[in-house]
């Protein structure tokens, strides 16, 4: 069961099912995901520069990521289609990429040896950013909500838009 599944996301009216329930357990999974980002980018900060430690922090925690949340928070479970969904993902990481370098190429121009402590702000904010942009594209396009089932055709099954025989029988057209 997803995290914060909750019935009365479903009562909300104008919000959209399980919107809730997925900004929960993506918040959780967000949470985890940048502590283990911010523990990696240390880590390699200390024998690489900031660039490269960025983008090998941002593309492990981004694997791990797409995983959690694909289980978690939007309750997808099997093999199937798990590898399109960390390609998909992996487009999602480039754009969190891009916000993150061109934050710490920013911070590069505004002071040539910013602290470590800087550093970290300046990520943490550039994430908050991509997190948002990161929520939006997996809910709209890595993990969209199937329609509802009773929307789809069903084979051998009278045409909903058509009246029925009984339909016909009772009203005479």
């Known amino acids: 069961r997803p995290f914060g599944d909750d019935p009365r996301d479903r009562q909300v009216p104008g919000v959209p099912r399980g919107l809730a329930r997925q900004l929960v357990g993506f918040c959780v999974v967000g949470a985890l995901s940048t502590l283990v980002y911010l523990l990696l980018y240390s880590g390699f900060r200390t024998f690489t520069g900031s660039q490269v430690a960025n983008a090998l922090a941002l593309l492990v925690s981004a694997v791990a990521n797409t995983a959690a949340n694909r289980r978690l928070t939007f309750g997808v479970r099997g093999r199937d289609r798990a590898v399109r969904h960390q390609a998909q993902g992996l487009v999602v990481f480039a754009i969190g990429l891009a916000l993150t370098s061109g934050s710490l190429a920013a911070l590069g121009a505004a002071s040539a040896d910013p602290a470590h402590s800087t550093e970290l702000a300046v990520l943490v904010a550039a994430n908050l950013a991509a997190t948002v942009?990161?929520?939006?594209?997996?809910?709209?396009?890595?993990?969209?909500?199937?329609p509802p089932a009773a929307s789809l055709p069903v084979p051998g099954a009278p045409d909903a838009s058509r009246p029925t025989y009984d339909h016909e029988l009772r009203t005479g057209r």
């Not at 942009?133 to 199937?146: H, I, M, S």
């Open 133 to 146: 942009l990161r929520f939006l594209l997996f809910r709209a396009w890595v993990f969209p909500e199937p």
